[in-house]
């Protein structure tokens, strides 16, 4: 049985590559050019995932994300204009498995489906416990970090941080979310904490602190952890 995927977007030119391009790798889809049609779908045809555009021309991508919050757990990958910053963070705070700035290439849009797929697959299983990737090894539950085979001692505060990255591998974590995950609720506006400790796992775990090829940075939106083996 193939994946149905609910693809959301107004761009009649953008929206038939993506389905075209979605079809070929085997995806059942669905389209829907504005919210209102996204919501009749996304309550009818029962989707796996859905690719959703922020601006739309009735109304915000975000009530979209809400109703499916609301419904079902199945992942959600915002694809939004470098412009739309501020709303990228907020649907990512509400619930968005990861986005995408366009324009980007059909390859990154169904590596980052994968992951997002692998993501909800796992955790109703069991969430993610064990990391590698070239030289660096996570294990949380014995609490052992290795890079290229010799252990790295790391404090609580790093460990906790790291760990919060392994169990979303590959994917995009909020400053938000990292802040209020690691240090607590009260601390969401602190990024500096993030910027420091982020240095100093990146001087622990990079072969080159410098120019982090595992520990990333996505610019004014968070951080993601390199996927496993890639
Ligand atoms: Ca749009």
């Given amino acids: 049985m193939s ?27 669905h ?13 009818h045809a029962a989707p796996d995932l859905v ?12 009530a979209l994300l809400a109703t499916l919050r609301r419904q079902r757990n199945i992942p959600v990958l915002v694809i939004s204009a470098r412009q739309a910053d501020g709303q990228k963070i907020a649907l990512l705070d ?16 169904l590596a980052r489906m994968r992951v997002a797929l692998r993501h909800r697959g796992t955790q109703l299983q069991a969430s993610i416990t064990h990391y ?9 539950a014995s609490h052992r970090v290795q890079r290229a085979g010799e252990p790295q001692h790391l404090t609580p505060t790093e460990f906790k941080l790291l760990a919060r990255l392994v169990r979303q591998a590959g994917q995009v974590v909020t400053h938000r979310q990292l802040l209020a995950d690691v240090w607590g609720p009260e601390f969401t506006e602190h990024t500096h904490y993030l910027r420091l400790y982020m240095g100093q796992l ?25 996927e496993p083996g890639a």
Avoid: C, H, M, W
Avoid at 5 to 26: K, Q
Avoid at 202 to 226: M, W
């Fill in 51 to 62: 690719i959703l555009d922020l601006g739309l021309p009735d109304g915000d991508g975000q």
């Fill in 202 to 226: 990146r001087a622990k775990l990079e072969a080159e602190p410098g120019e982090p090829q595992l520990l990333l940075t996505e610019p004014g939106v968070g951080y993601r952890l390199a």
């Fill in 94 to 109: 509400a619930g968005a498995d990861d986005y995408l700035v366009k324009p980007f290439s059909i390859g990154e849009l």
């Fill in 132 to 140: 590698e990737n070239g030289q660096l090894t996570v294990d949380l």
């Fill in 31 to 43: 389209t829907a050019a504005s919210l209102s049609e996204a919501q009749a779908l996304a309550a």
């Fill in 3 to 29: 994946l149905e995927v609910l693809l959301v977007e107004d761009d009649r030119e953008l929206r038939s590559t993506l389905r075209d391009a979605l079809v070929v790798e085997g995806y059942g889809v």
